[in-house]
């Protein structure tokens, strides 16, 4: 029997209604969700895409670095359209990020405050996400070993932010480093900002895989950052610096993984920018990523309505 591609497990599943834990095939499914900023606008309008066309079900595991984990979470709790809004009314404050702070002893990025718009103004279901039929593993740098480790097994709402604070610590601009499990982590996108390569190597068959564009280096002055953040460890920074010398002389081998049935989906023309503060560009890049995977998907794009709290929805 030939293996299907991705997107046509995708459709298999949806027309059978299969649902976690009681499927009749044999594979492995993996979301997995990139890293980069305020670029996860658009990753939240792919979920909002996925949600509306009710394949939450199909899936059996979420992957995200950095904010895609956040991304990957508010998907798996049933609330991506509120999870996206995260980004064009929240974090797009200088509350977040403020390249001011450098000028002072406080991170350029506040990771606090990230985290209490997820507990209070922006509210995730994080009780639903403990024991979840799919599980959401946010990939972090471990300090000590250098190494790309996707984190789960939380038993608690505080461990599963904890873990959220980890993906996301990006070394100086937020911080020093974060403990999980009585080891010390830093932000996934130092070694793995798209998962494909952990997702395979813990026994995912097929991957739908959500970009933001061609993969790039960081800007230079964001890496040297990074760089001095890593000092007290020479494995993270070995691990950073060929990570970027490989995304300058191949930037297709961060997405080409010709031996699995791997699905890369990325937007046209979504330029958003890892720092962007600019509401109508976080709005165009939305809407970018709900088109890609309606594209990807054969459906028409859903209309949209905008609710009591300013939050874009598409309509039912």
């Known amino acids: 029997?030939?293996?299907?591609?991705?997107?046509?497990?995708i459709e298999q599943r949806q027309q059978q209604n299969s649902q976690p834990g009681k499927r009749t095939d044999p594979y492995k499914l993996a979301l997995v969700i990139e890293g980069g900023g305020m670029r996860g606008v658009i990753g939240g309008g792919m979920v909002m895409a996925l949600q509306h066309f009710g394949l939450r079900h199909v899936f059996?595991?979420?992957?995200?670095?950095?904010?895609?984990?956040?991304?990957?979470?508010y998907f798996l709790a049933h609330q991506s359209a509120l999870g996206t809004s995260l980004f064009y009314q929240e974090l797009c404050r200088h509350a977040f990020i403020s390249p001011y702070r450098l000028l002072s002893t406080r991170p350029v990025m506040n990771l606090d405050y990230v985290i209490g718009c997820v507990v209070n103004r922006k509210p995730l279901n994080l009780a639903s996400l403990i024991g979840s039929d799919?599980?959401?593993?946010?990939?972090?740098?471990?300090?000590?070993?250098?190494?790309?480790?996707?984190?789960?097994?939380?038993?608690?709402?505080?461990?599963?932010?904890?873990?959220?604070y980890a993906t996301a610590l990006v070394p100086y601009v937020a911080g020093s480093h974060h403990v999980f499990d009585g080891k010390r982590y830093v932000d996934g996108c130092v070694t793995e900002p798209l998962p494909i390569a952990t997702a395979l190597r813990e026994g995912a068959t097929h991957v739908l895989a959500l970009s933001y564009s061609e993969a790039l280096p960081g800007s230079r002055l964001v890496d040297f950052l990074i760089l001095r953040g890593l000092r007290t460890s020479p494995h993270l920074t070995r691990a950073h610096i060929e990570l970027q010398e490989k995304l300058r002389s191949n930037p297709s081998s961060y997405t080409h993984f010709p031996e699995a049935e791997v699905d890369v989906l990325k937007p046209i023309n979504a330029t958003v920018s890892s720092s962007?503060?600019?509401?109508?560009?976080?709005?165009?890049?939305?809407?970018a990523g709900a088109e890609a995977m309606a594209s990807y998907l054969g459906q028409p794009l859903p209309p949209t309505q905008t609710n009591a709290q300013g939050i874009i929805e598409f309509i039912p």
């Open 1 to 9: 029997m030939s293996i299907p591609t991705t997107r046509a497990l």
């Open 276 to 287: 962007e503060k600019n509401i109508p560009k976080l709005l165009r890049g939305l809407h």
């Open 60 to 73: 059996d595991v979420v992957y995200g670095t950095s904010v895609g984990a956040y991304v990957g979470a």
């Open 134 to 164: 799919i599980p959401l593993k946010p990939v972090a740098s471990c300090h000590d070993t250098g190494q790309a480790i996707a984190l789960e097994g939380f038993r608690s709402p505080e461990e599963l932010l904890s873990a959220l």
